[in-house]
């Protein structure tokens, strides 16, 4: 992540928010392991194509790029029924995701906003004689963590839960089931306690499966939470954006990241993303910059949006790069639904592919954008329109991306007011 200055990265941002477009963010992640798969080819370094043809590649690589983690050995070890406990017994909300709407495997929505259901036990905060090393035991129900004995007391400030290749850990490869050995460490854990809540504000979490040497999932997390009583973090953080060149600092499997969302201004809303995967050739590139401009009434006025992925050899600088801003943002609490005016470009290296334009408001499309064989009233789309730099054609954004729209517009998605861009969600 050389050479890369995370924008607005000291700005922080506040509290509650209900209906404002948090980052329910969802970020495509790998694993180093043989069994895995190498990932997306380098083709999206050919501009000899239509600029639609180009488009279209790039997102469909995006989406095969996430698709191949969601079913990756990380993936499975951490959306395992024994692992989503843990996360919730501590406090801590990574689920991953397996549905194709949503494309990418981790989530981390809950953290950003938070829920009382994910929030820790009182023992848990107030009590450090539960930190220690447990083994896994499925039939066990001893409190705090059913499926888990303890052993001793080390760590003292964190958990470590240690599974063997005979316990029920698994993962798919192919038709066969491979057990694995290894463990899931909380480290250096502190909670805040908000009235009757414990809400988790630092921790690392790693992930160590045998033989390899060294933590295949390393992710330092700071959580602020304002002041009067909010549970919903102000400010929630992962790796640290002040050092983005520090590869080591926050990772994934091959995905080494940086993330931030703030909401300490009461004004603006910051996020930022800068991630990659250098396993790749050219490394694969994953850059976000999004603010929500003037929030009042948990309502921003306007959002910009700055959004790239592919392959590149400079990460400050992704093979396809979108730049949308949102205006006439409009809540109808009658509803629940958001609207906006949206307008934006798209290019690719330093081709411009494309404009697009319009307003999130659905209409109906004489198009059959679903891939059912028929056009029905579930032919929908945003009403907005994308132009083709080369040929000037102008169509519907769903239409224009062959049926990729379903998953990837630049529009509230319906669910929890999330922005979807990609195998990104926010």
Not at 172 to 185: A, D, K, M, T, V
Request: aromatic share 8%; net charge negative; proline share 6%.
């Amino acid at each position: 992540m050389t050479g890369h200055s995370l924008p607005n990265a000291d700005r922080t941002a506040p509290g509650a928010r209900s209906r404002r477009w948090s980052p329910a963010f969802l970020i495509a992640l790998g694993l180093a392991l043989a069994v895995l798969p190498t990932g997306c080819g380098d083709d999206d370094d050919d501009d000899n194509g239509s600029n639609s043809e180009t488009l279209n590649s790039e997102l469909q690589g995006l989406g095969d790029f996430a698709q191949d983690v969601a079913t990756s050995a990380p993936a499975q070890v951490l959306s395992s029924p024994q692992v989503e406990s843990l996360f919730s017994q501590i406090g801590i909300s990574l689920g991953v995701s397996r549905s194709q709407g949503r494309m990418v495997p981790i989530d981390f929505d809950a953290l950003t906003k938070p829920e009382a259901a994910i929030h820790a036990g009182p023992a848990l905060a107030t009590k450090g004689s539960i930190f220690g090393t447990y083994e896994r035991d499925a039939l066990s129900k001893t409190a705090p963590f059913p499926g888990w004995v303890f052993v001793n007391s080390t760590p003292a400030d964190g958990f470590v839960f240690h599974f063997s290749a005979d316990d029920d850990i698994v993962i798919l490869e192919g038709s066969n089931q491979r057990h694995l050995s290894g463990e899931l460490r909380f480290l250096h854990v502190t909670y805040q306690v908000v009235g009757i809540d414990n809400v988790l504000t630092s921790v690392l979490l790693e992930l160590v499966v045998d033989p390899i040497p060294v933590p295949v999932v390393h992710i330092p997390f700071t959580g602020v939470l304002p002041k009067g009583g909010s549970t919903e973090y102000s400010r929630a953080e992962f790796g640290d954006v002040s050092q983005p060149s520090n590869l080591t600092n926050c990772y994934f499997g091959t995905l080494a990241f940086d993330f931030l969302h703030d909401e300490t201004n009461s004004a603006d809303i910051v996020t930022t993303l800068l991630a990659v995967d250098t396993t790749q050739d050219p490394d694969y590139v994953l850059l976000l910059d999004l603010d929500q401009l003037n929030v009042t009434k948990e309502i921003p006025e306007e959002i910009n949006i700055r959004f790239g992925f592919g392959h590149s050899n400079d990460p400050t600088d992704p093979a396809l790069e979108v730049v949308a801003d949102f205006t006439h943002i409009v809540y109808d609490p009658k509803t629940q639904e958001t609207t906006a005016s949206v307008a934006g470009t798209i290019s690719h290296h330093d081709r411009s592919l494309a404009t697009f334009a319009g307003s999130t408001d659905l209409v109906q499309l004489d198009v059959d954008v679903t891939g059912d064989g028929q056009v029905t009233e579930e032919d929908v789309c945003a009403d907005i329109d994308i132009t083709f730099t080369d040929t000037g054609d102008t169509q519907n954004l769903c239409v224009a991306l062959q049926g990729l729209a379903a998953s990837l517009p630049f529009l509230p998605d319906g669910a929890g007011g999330s922005l979807r861009f990609g195998p990104l969600a926010f």
